[in-house]
C-alpha cells in the first residue's frame, strides 16, 4: 500500500465521520482520531506540525488537548522532533503510529471490498488498490471487449503482466485493481527493478510457454530481445493495427535489424534539474559546459546547511555505466565504435568489419577526471545513488543540481513532500562545446513474448494497443497518473503547460535533440553495462586507477563485441 492510497483511505473515514457528525446534532469527531490522522497524513506529505496546531485540531480546550497529546508521546505514537537552531519543536509520527495506521488501513480496505461484493479476494488487501473516489474509474479502464477477452472466452483477470518496478507501472498496474473496476488482482502482475527485469525476460524465454502475456523492456534491450527472439516483432501478430503516432526517433528505437519489437509505452530523458531560486540568489548563470557544472556545484556546495553541489546516479551498476556514457557523450566520446562503410569495402575480414570498443581514448580519461571532480561537490555517498534516491535527495532541498531522468523529475512539481516545487529549471546536458546542446533518451515498452500462443499474442496486442493509445493516455493524465512527457504526434496543450519538465522535453523533441546513440544499439548491451557498472564504480571509489578501470573495461568489452557475428 502505497502512502497516496493511505491519504485516500483517511480521506474515506473521515467523510464517513463527518456525515455521522453532520446527521446526528450534538456529537464530535473523536478528538484522538483528529490527532492522529492529522499527524499521519502531514508525514506522508513531508509536512511540520507544532503542537499549538495539533491542539487546534483536536478541538478539544487547550489543556485538556495538551495533556492527551502529552499521553501520546509517553505512550509511544508521536515523537517530538527538534527545530534546529530553536528550542521549539515538531511533532511526528513514530514508526509504530505509521505501522499501527498501516494495518488500519488494510482493514479498511478489506471491508470496504467485502461489504460491496466487488471482489472475490476481498482478504487480500494487496492484490487490489483503493483508487481515488474522485476519479471516473471508467473512463480509465480498458473498452468492455477487452476487459472481457475475446467474445468473452478470456477475462481479462487472466492477462499476465511482467513490468518494471517505478511509479508509472505501479499505477498502471493499480488502475485495473482498482476496488472499482473488478478487471484484475495485484497477482496479475509481477513488478522488477532493472536487473530482475532483465533476468525474468531471459528466464521466461526459455519456457515452452510464456509466463506472462504483455513484458516491458528497457529500450536498450532491443536488439538483444530482436536477435535472441526474446520478444514477437510487431509484424508478427495480426491484431497490431499499426501505431506510428509516435516521434520518429523514439519510434526507432524500439527497432533492429529490420524488426519491430514492441510498441514505446513511455520515453523519458536526463536532464539537467537547477534549483532556479538558488542560481539566482548566487547570480550564477546557468551551465552550459561540463566545466560551468563543477563551478556551479562548487559555488552552491554547501555540507554545512546540508545542501551538495550535485546529484547523479553513481550506484555500482546500471545507475554508474549510464551515468559514464552519458558523460562521455558530452565529451564528445563513445563506448563503441561501429563497423565504417569504408572497411565494409574494403574488406571482407572479421578483423577490419568488427565493432571496437573505444575506452582507450582521451575522451574517455577526460570522462573519468570529470566524474572525480564531480564526487568532491556531490551529495555524501553519491557512490550508492540510484534514480530515485537521487530524485528524492533534490527533492527534499538537499542538492542545488541533480542529473534526473524526466519520468522522476515530474514528481517535482506534484509530489506532496517536494520541497521544490516551482522552482526547478531543466537543461539539457552540458556538453565541451557548450552549444547544440542534447537529451540522453531511455524509457520502455511494451512487447509480447515470442514463446505466447497465438490466440494469447492476438488479446496481449489488444491490450497494449489499448495501453498505448493517445486516448488512454490523456485519460490517464486527467484521473492522476504520474505524469509522463508526451513524444507522440498527437498533442493537448492543457497538458503541456502542466509542468515545466512537459514543455521542456516537448521542445527538445522539436528542435531535434534527442539523443539515441549514446547507449550502443549492440545485442552485447547488458554485457557492455554490466563492465562499465563494475569498472567505473571501482576506479571511482579508488580501488583501480582510471587508466587501469579504462583499460580493463575496453578489454572486457571487446571480447563480447568480437562475439557478435559479423
Not at 525476460?201 to 530481445?225: G, H, I, K, M, Q
Amino acid at each position: 500500500m502505497n502512502d497516496y492510497e493511505i491519504l485516500r483511505i483517511i480521506e474515506f473515514v473521515e467523510r464517513s465521520r463527518t456525515s455521522f457528525r453532520d446527521s446526528i446534532l450534538g456529537v464530535d469527531p473523536d478528538a484522538d482520531w483528529l490527532i492522529l490522522s492529522h499527524l499521519v497524513r502531514a508525514g506522508l506529505r513531508g509536512e511540520k506540525v507544532s503542537i499549538s496546531e495539533l491542539i487546534s485540531i483536536s478541538r478539544l480546550p487547550y489543556g485538556t488537548a495538551n495533556r492527551r497529546i502529552q499521553r501520546m508521546i509517553n505512550e509511544g505514537l508521536i515523537a517530538k522532533q527538534a527545530i534546529e537552531g530553536s528550542k521549539r519543536f515538531d511533532l511526528i509520527p513514530t514508526a509504530g503510529l505509521h505501522d499501527s495506521f498501516l494495518s488500519f488501513a488494510q482493514e479498511i480496505k478489506v471491508l470496504v471490498a467485502r461489504t460491496l461484493g466487488m471482489r472475490g479476494d476481498a482478504e487480500r488487501a494487496d492484490d487490489y488498490f483503493f483508487g481515488d473516489p474522485r476519479a471516473n474509474i471508467a473512463e480509465m479502464l480498458p473498452p468492455p471487449t477487452l476487459r472481457g477477452g475475446l467474445g468473452g472466452q478470456i477475462p481479462v483477470a487472466n492477462l499476465r503482466f511482467l513490468f518494471h518496478d517505478d511509479n508509472y507501472f505501479a499505477s498502471l498496474r493499480n488502475l485495473w485493481t482498482d476496488i472499482r473496476a473488478s478487471a484484475g488482482r495485484g497477482a496479475d502482475f509481477a513488478m522488477a527493478t532493472l536487473p530482475h527485469l532483465y533476468e525474468a525476460l531471459v528466464r521466461n524465454a526459455t519456457r515452452e510457454v510464456s509466463e506472462f502475456d504483455v513484458v516491458t523492456a528497457n529500450l536498450p534491450w532491443v536488439p538483444e530481445l530482436i536477435s535472441k527472439e526474446i520478444v514477437k516483432p510487431v509484424a508478427e501478430v495480426e491484431a497490431f493495427s499499426g501505431l506510428r503516432s509516435f516521434h520518429p526517433a523514439l519510434w526507432d528505437c524500439t527497432s533492429w535489424g529490420g524488426h519491430q519489437a514492441g510498441v514505446p509505452l513511455y520515453v523519458t530523458v536526463e536532464a539537467l534539474a537547477a534549483r532556479s531560486d538558488l542560481f539566482e540568489t548566487a547570480r550564477l548563470a546557468f551551465p552550459r559546459t561540463p566545466e560551468d557544472v563543477i563551478a556551479s556545484a562548487r559555488h552552491l556546495h554547501d555540507p554545512k546547511q546540508g545542501i551538495a553541489g550535485v546529484a547523479w546516479n553513481g550506484a555500482r551498476g546500471t545507475p554508474i555505466a549510464s551515468a559514464f556514457m552519458f558523460f562521455l557523450g558530452d565529451h564528445e566520446g563513445a563506448v563503441v565504435r561501429p563497423p565504417s562503410s569504408s572497411d565494409l569495402t574494403r574488406s571482407a575480414s572479421k578483423e577490419r568489419t568488427r565493432w571496437r570498443a573505444m575506452l582507450q581514448c582521451a575522451e574517455a580519461k577526460q570522462t573519468l577526471k570529470f566524474m572525480r571532480e564531480l564526487l568532491a561537490v556531490s551529495s555524501p555517498n553519491v557512490l550508492s545513488f540510484d534514480g530515485d534516491r537521487t530524485m528524492y535527495e533534490f527533492m527534499s532541498g538537499k542538492a542545488g543540481m541533480a542529473y534526473v531522468w524526466s519520468m522522476r523529475a515530474a514528481r517535482f512539481e506534484f509530489d506532496l513532500a517536494s520541497r521544490v516545487r516551482g522552482r526547478v529549471r531543466y537543461l539539457p546536458h552540458p556538453n565541451v562545446r557548450g552549444m547544440r546542446q542534447k537529451v540522453p533518451v531511455g524509457g520502455f515498452l511494451l512487447a509480447i513474448p515470442s514463446n505466447l500462443p497465438a490466440d494469447r499474442a492476438h488479446l496481449a496486442a489488444q491490450a497494449i494497443e489499448w495501453m498505448t493509445s493517445f486516448g488512454a493516455r490523456v485519460s490517464h493524465k486527467q484521473n492522476g497518473l504520474p505524469l509522463v512527457p508526451e513524444f507522440s504526434v498527437g498533442t493537448d496543450i492543457e497538458f503541456d503547460a502542466t509542468s515545466p519538465i512537459v514543455s521542456f522535453v516537448k521542445g527538445q523533441a522539436r528542435d531535434n535533440l534527442l539523443d539515441t546513440s549514446t547507449r550502443p544499439a549492440v545485442p552485447v548491451y547488458h554485457w557492455i553495462e554490466e563492465i562499465l557498472g563494475e569498472e567505473i564504480h571501482a576506479a571511482l571509489r579508488g580501488q583501480v586507477s582510471d587508466s587501469a578501470a579504462l583499460e580493463r573495461a575496453n578489454s572486457r568489452i571487446q571480447t563480447f563485441l568480437d562475439r557478435m557475428e559479423p
